[in-house]
């Protein structure tokens, strides 16, 4: 799971700024110069040519500047993610009034951009004004009918993890500065809660248990781990100290909040919503689907690739010299057939102590083998394995996590989160079957290479800062499967990595029909785990896992399944034409930032077209 800037798609389950939307992008028209009076001794200057009036993509892309600039000082959070560090000090406003003044923001904002013709503009600049208008009437919807921050303290909690997050861990201008701004953040951290206690209301029971699990290790962070790196700067500590005082009593305070108060009263409904659903869906994958058609979609695949997976399996068996083949004539027989297989790859498992080395050989043997195979350009910025903060865990096992597009020196980690210290025997040896050494390449590959790690840094270089700031999920998603599959295509890690390979899709399958049966539906527990682990081969503890997901999150979860079917599809139109590369395919489609679907086939259209 990605952490990108995007309508979805983030590693947290917090609204990634769509509340904190920008002022206004209009600018005052500069002073004229008086004209001097004429006298006798001088003579009457010759008046100037008219100003040439300016363009409409001229005028857009002013005005697009103006927007990330204004945004970004109300969003100082995301503007550090982004690479902005002017704000690194700051916090949003998340109060009532702050939200009140973010919606004028919004509309004042729409209507300006509805003043630039659109058809004016080039075609790149006509997209990059649609993804600017798509964000904007999402973050309307957001502010008018989700409401997040009136029921959910992740979207809090959250909010302080992801705004310490990296001034701790990254390398962005001096360690002086960072600590400043990680002074100032602290500092402000009591604001959050209070208002955090003010509004919250009615949570779901799932949301306020995960909030209370994030906030201790937000206490432990800040109460342990921060003050070892506070003698770095001596002359910063007693403000630096002073600071973690102030946030370490905030969160406490707001983790008696979350256990006490708000625990209790937490019997508000995980599901959004048929409607809602519809709406927050059309969103996050950039495009108006049928939701039944499109979960249908999904069950299809899954059908399809449990199938592809008998042969997968029965090459296994045949190159591991497992014996005889068991019968094979009904679906029950191959499912039985498929399980036995992965049980026997999934023997060979890292540790807690093995888990980070694996992952770095794995990404050190995937980024050879693409180079090897020239399938993309790989990009010269560093990536490092790293564990996952205790802060971040309980969403997901990995994540990626890049450096915005406007930073001077990017970096990405590649996090993976190790069991809890206090997991029993028995779930740590479910956890692993899981994630095998055959998964955990699947794993690196859609995390890094080539993967998320890969294409976002194709992202950041992409001109327009506003396509670059505000991707598409679906296409960020969509990119790291299809990146599974090309590899498997290739023959990376052999049968074992291609068996998880069709297994991850069976997930991103059983996770589309999950978020459409959860949100749209009455999926209960014994649903959703009968599900993933019968039809999806998924371990108990993996399934769990994915159900709390589901009921923290909506809409998000289906961009990974509609990313790659729709990127599939175009690979599959482009590579039956005259003249198809491979490597320049791949490069063409990354230089276009991180667009939704319906601008990928256009632009892919327009490229046809020559």
Request: with cysteine; proline share 6%.
């Amino acid at each position: 799971m990605v952490r990108a800037m995007a309508l979805s798609g983030s590693r947290s389950p917090r609204l990634l700024g769509v509340l904190l939307l920008a002022a206004a992008c209009s600018s005052a028209p500069p002073h004229p110069t008086p004209t001097p009076t004429p006298t006798p001794m001088t003579p009457v200057a010759t008046p100037p040519p008219a100003a040439r009036v300016a363009s409409a993509d001229e005028r857009f892309t002013a005005f697009a500047q103006q927007f990330l600039d204004a945004y970004l000082r109300r969003a100082p959070d995301l503007a550090t993610q982004a690479g902005e560090h002017r704000y690194d000090a700051a916090w949003p406003d998340v109060s009532v009034a702050g939200e009140a003044a973010d919606r004028a923001f919004v509309l004042e904002t729409r209507a300006a951009l509805a003043t630039i013709p659109h058809a004016e503009l080039s075609e790149q600049n006509q997209i990059d004004a649609d993804i600017l208008d798509d964000h904007l009437r999402y973050s309307l919807f957001v502010l008018d009918q989700l409401k997040p921050r009136d029921h959910d303290p992740l979207a809090y909690v959250g909010l302080i993890g992801d705004g310490l997050d990296p001034l701790i861990t990254r390398t962005f201008g001096t360690l002086d500065q960072r600590m400043a701004s990680l002074a100032g953040r602290l500092d402000g951290v009591p604001a959050i809660v209070a208002v955090a206690k003010q509004r919250l209301a009615h949570a779901t029971r799932v949301e306020t248990e995960t909030a209370i699990q994030q906030t201790k290790g937000l206490i432990d962070l800040v109460e342990t781990e921060l003050p070892t790196q506070f003698a770095a700067v001596p002359a910063r500590k007693d403000a630096l100290t002073a600071a973690a005082g102030h946030a370490a009593a905030a969160l406490r305070d707001l983790a008696t909040f979350l256990e006490k108060d708000l625990l209790p009263r937490s019997d508000g409904s995980f599901r959004l919503g048929r409607a809602l659903f519809t709406t927050k869906l059309g969103f996050a994958l950039g495009d108006e689907v049928d939701i039944d058609a499109f979960a249908a979609s999904a069950h299809a695949m899954l059908t399809a690739t449990q199938a592809e997976m008998v042969e997968t399996a029965r090459q296994i068996w045949t190159d591991d010299k497992l014996g005889k083949l068991p019968p094979l004539a009904t679906a029950a027989q191959q499912k039985a057939f498929v399980k036995q297989v992965l049980a026997h790859v999934a023997k060979d498992r890292p540790t807690n102590k093995t888990i980070l080395a694996d992952a770095k050989t794995w990404l050190d043997k995937a980024t050879a083998f693409v180079k090897a195979h020239d399938l993309v350009r790989v990009p010269d910025e560093p990536v490092a394995v790293i564990e996952m903060p205790e802060y971040k865990r309980g969403l997901a096992v990995a994540y990626c996590d890049s450096s915005g597009p406007l930073e001077a020196t990017p970096e990405t980690f590649y996090a993976i989160s190790p069991t809890p210290s206090d997991w029993p025997k028995q779930r740590v040896e479910s956890f692993y079957r899981e994630y095998n050494e055959s998964m955990l390449a699947e794993l690196s590959i859609h995390e890094a290479m080539p993967g998320h790690y890969l294409q976002l840094m194709h992202n950041n270089q992409f001109p327009s800062k506003v396509r670059a700031v505000f991707g598409s999920g679906p296409f960020v998603e969509g990119w790291a499967v299809y990146g599974e599959w090309l590899m498997a295509e290739k023959g990376f890690g052999g049968p074992r990595v291609k068996l998880q390979r069709q297994k991850m899709v069976l997930r991103l399958a059983a996770n589309a029909i999950l978020d459409h049966d959860v949100h749209a539906g009455t999926m209960d527990m014994d649903a959703a785990l009968a599900l993933m682990k019968d039809e999806a081969f998924q371990e108990d503890g993996e399934a769990v896992g994915k159900w709390k997901r589901a009921q923290l999150s909506s809409a998000q979860l289906s961009t990974y399944f509609y990313g790659f079917a729709e990127l599939l599809k175009l690979r599959r139109l482009a590579e039956v034409k005259p003249g198809f590369s491979e490597r320049a395919y791949h490069d063409r489609l990354l230089s276009w930032g991180s667009p939704a679907m319906k601008y990928v086939r256009r632009l892919l259209a327009s490229a046809a077209k020559g």
